[in-house]
């Protein structure tokens, strides 16, 4: 029992720092092999300016980054179907956008995890961001989309 919650916190951690690698990239102009090496090498299970980042499952991590990235125009037209009409993927917040993203791609590609899980996991790391009002659109806009895929 104590290792299936060890791995639920590991990949926790994972998406949060998925999220954030996704984020990185969208950002910046960065080669996603140089991206994961610098989340392997300096941010997975690290500690940074004394706060210490949970271990994180870096295979989990690195499926749920270069899946996104991999299927991105399969996702956000995924995404783009499910905002109100008048919105569009570049209307919302960025680090939004990621989870998003991130939470669709585990929809779409990782059946072995439940669509409960996933949406309440994405759920988690919006609330690492945001307030209440912003983590029911994540939930409304996955459930929605997770009706479509799964």
Do not use: C, P
Request: aromatic fraction near 8%; glycine fraction near 6%.
């Amino acid at each position: 029992m104590t290792s299936n919650r060890a791995q639920g916190r590991a990949r926790s951690a994972a998406r949060l720092a998925a999220v954030q690698a996704l984020y990185q990239l969208e950002m910046e102009a960065t080669e996603l092999h140089l991206l994961l090496d610098e989340f392997h090498m300096h941010r997975l299970g690290a500690e940074i300016e004394d706060v210490e980042y949970a271990e994180a499952d870096v295979a989990f991590f690195d499926d749920v980054v270069k899946g996104t990235h991999s299927r991105g125009e399969e996702i956000d037209t995924l995404l783009t179907n499910r905002l109100a009409e008048g919105w569009s993927l570049a209307r919302l917040d960025k680090t939004m956008l990621q989870i998003l993203r991130a939470g669709t791609y585990e929809l779409l590609a990782r059946k072995d995890i439940g669509v409960g899980t996933v949406i309440s996991e994405y759920l988690d790391v919006a609330h690492a961001f945001f307030d209440a009002r912003e983590a029911k659109f994540v939930n409304g806009i996955l459930d929605a989309v997770a009706k479509e895929v799964r």
